[in-house]
């Protein structure tokens, strides 16, 4: 089909020249359908960056920016999502999801690719896809060079201009037991000490140029770290190192001797989980977007937030092994036994001693686990995927916006770094109840309880701000309940045929060697929405019954497909998976039919 011309209320990294796509007649323009606070979406920024470098030339790629939350929409926060992952293309910022709506887009992240006569020729949700993409646009290359109608060189891609501070994007915090404060300079990929003070800086640990290179302080590299935890002093004496790193973007952990500035890799092989393995020998076993880390002693181990997939993992310094801990890999709000839990991109990890409180940031909730009779999950504060705010007042009530960070204060209340609402919050356990420390901070990602104050890693504020913690500085606010804006897909009641559509890429075929190739969960909010079709399964097609009574609610679809090179002698094999939270509204006039693209033509 002709594609669509892209809307929206603001241009970045163009200048301030708006970009149509009559402007771009004979290039390849790729459509990258994102929202910054989507983990899976920052994944596919890392597999386009080869692409966008091996097809300057040609390729023109755009960031459609469709927000998720609704501090995502305002002006500020996608410019500095933007300079914060270093987006070298131009992107729209698409508040109304205008679009998001034209290219029928069901899912973050989903890649559109439009040929140089202004034709869609491929769309894919999801990440992994970079090979696909490759091979699709080297073909249209041949196509196009051949027909003449593909124009090269010039790119419209024009950069921001960035202002030298000690710290860029920070996003955790930590004190030694001599009171220096060490922070993850996310921007700079770089560990970051400072003074007592939180602003004499005194020295770093890597060169500041991202990349993985393990070696002295001033050689090693990181790629946007996030988490730091501080090993107590016999564990960091048998692992060797003093200080466990939770290098976000490079999927590993870790480890730096304070003493020499030693920087060592100690979990993950570099490269992204996408299936098998989780548990064993952590540097034979791939990390996904580890976000946050702490050492529990109820666990006798370092728990890690694995973000990318949506569970937590343990890992042992001692002994270098790992292993999942909780969570299925499914993206959602479910309590109960820790190993069929769902999160949802949990960023932010603190404990308070046999529990272990967590920042779940897409659900917008607090959660903790909690040791007893087993390991299990519960929830103080949120819902589910879909329901957001500001709000104060009882926790069931209680609405929090993609928080990042939490804290335990010296009072047993715990601290919420409440990231898109600007604000710290405090839930207090023994009440059940959510008020508002402090609010127009920068986008809150960490905080660091000291002696003196509660300190506030403010990540698009590019600094540390010391607050008080009492319980006077505390108020109310009543803010208005928010929910994602999306369109919701029309289905008839009953019985609806829904379907995963995956084509595999060019040049390869379904993996079936050991088994069925393709996954295919279905689950629903509210759990009674469906009567019937609930579960995982192999195949990629079933029958959906929604339940009698229902007129709205959002179905939750996690599809997975493994495909190989053909004819290779050692073919390369990958797994392509999605994560869908679809809103639906059930109308007597509805189809009967859901079909969902995971990926092909």
Not at 107 to 130: C, F, N, R, S
Not at 471 to 487: F, W, Y
Not at 493 to 521: C, H, M, Y
Not at 563 to 583: F, K, L, M, N
């Amino acid at each position: 089909m002709r594609a669509p011309e892209l809307a929206g209320d603001l241009w970045l990294n163009t200048g301030g020249e708006r970009l149509t796509l009559a402007q771009l007649r004979g290039k390849i323009v790729l459509l990258d359908f994102w929202t910054s606070g989507c983990i899976n979406c920052l994944h596919v920024l890392d597999e386009l960056r080869p692409l966008e470098e091996e097809f300057a030339d040609v390729l023109v790629t755009i960031g459609v920016h469709s927000p998720k939350f609704v501090h995502e929409g305002e002006a500020a926060a996608i410019e500095a999502a933007v300079r914060r992952y270093e987006v070298h293309h131009p992107v729209l910022n698409d508040p109304e999801m205008t679009t998001w709506s034209q290219y029928a887009v069901k899912a973050w992240p989903t890649l559109v690719i439009v040929d140089p006569k202004g034709y869609v020729v491929h769309t894919a949700a999801g990440e992994g896809h970079a090979e696909a993409l490759r091979r699709v646009i080297a073909e249209l290359v041949e196509t196009h060079d051949a027909q003449g109608t593909l124009r090269r060189g010039g790119n419209p891609y024009v950069p921001a201009e960035e202002q030298p501070a000690d710290l860029r994007f920070p996003a955790k915090a930590v004190a030694t037991a001599a009171g220096r404060i060490l922070v993850a300079d996310t921007g700079h990929h770089s560990i970051a000490e400072f003074a007592s003070d939180g602003e004499t800086l005194i020295r770093r640990f890597g060169s500041g140029a991202r990349g993985r290179a393990d070696g002295a302080f001033d050689v090693a590299s990181f790629a946007e770290p996030s988490g730091l935890a501080l090993l107590p002093a016999e564990v960091a004496e048998q692992a060797g190192y003093h200080l466990l790193v939770a290098d976000t973007a490079n999927h590993l952990l870790r480890g730096v001797d304070l003493v020499t500035g030693e920087v060592t890799t100690v979990a993950g092989t570099g490269n992204q989980w996408r299936d098998g393995e989780t548990d064993g020998d952590a540097l034979s076993i791939d990390l996904t977007s580890p976000w946050d880390v702490v050492w529990w002693p109820a666990a006798d181990g370092a728990v890690v937030a694995m973000a990318g997939n949506h569970t937590l993992g343990l890992f042992d310094p001692r002994t270098g092994r790992i292993s999942r801990f909780a969570g299925t890999t499914v993206e959602g709000l479910r309590d109960g036994g820790a190993a069929e839990a769902f999160f949802a991109q949990t960023s932010g990890l603190a404990v308070q001693g046999e529990r272990l409180w967590l920042a779940d940031a897409e659900t917008s909730a607090l959660r903790y686990l909690e040791t007893g009779d087993g390991l299990t999950v519960h929830t103080a504060v949120g819902t589910d995927l879909f329901s957001f705010g500001h709000r104060d007042g009882a926790a069931a009530d209680a609405l929090l916006q993609h928080p990042l960070g939490v804290a335990v204060l010296a009072d047993g209340t715990i601290a919420i770094a409440d990231t898109y609402n600007g604000a710290v919050r405090r839930y207090d356990p023994a009440t059940g109840r959510v008020a508002t420390i402090a609010d127009g901070l920068a986008e809150p990602s960490g905080l660091l309880v000291t002696d003196e104050a509660l300190l506030v890693v403010e990540s698009a504020g590019h600094r540390l701000t010391a607050l008080p913690a009492s319980a006077e500085a505390a108020q109310q606010v009543t803010g208005d309940a928010l929910a994602v804006r999306r369109p919701p897909t029309e289905l008839a009641p009953g019985a609806i045929e829904f379907s995963v559509v995956f084509t595999p890429p060019p040049g390869e075929k379904l993996d079936d060697r050991f088994g069925p190739s393709t996954r295919l969960q279905v689950t629903a909010a509210p759990p009674e929405l469906l009567a019937e079709g609930e579960g995982t399964g192999t195949g990629l097609t079933r029958t959906l019954k929604i339940a009698e009574g229902h007129t709205e609610g959002v179905l939750q679809v996690v599809a997975q497909a493994a495909s190989c090179d053909v004819d290779a002698e050692h073919p390369v094999c990958r797994v392509t998976r999605q994560d869908w939270g679809v809103p639906v509204r059930i109308t007597p006039d509805g189809p009967d039919r859901l079909q969902l693209i995971l990926a092909g033509a």
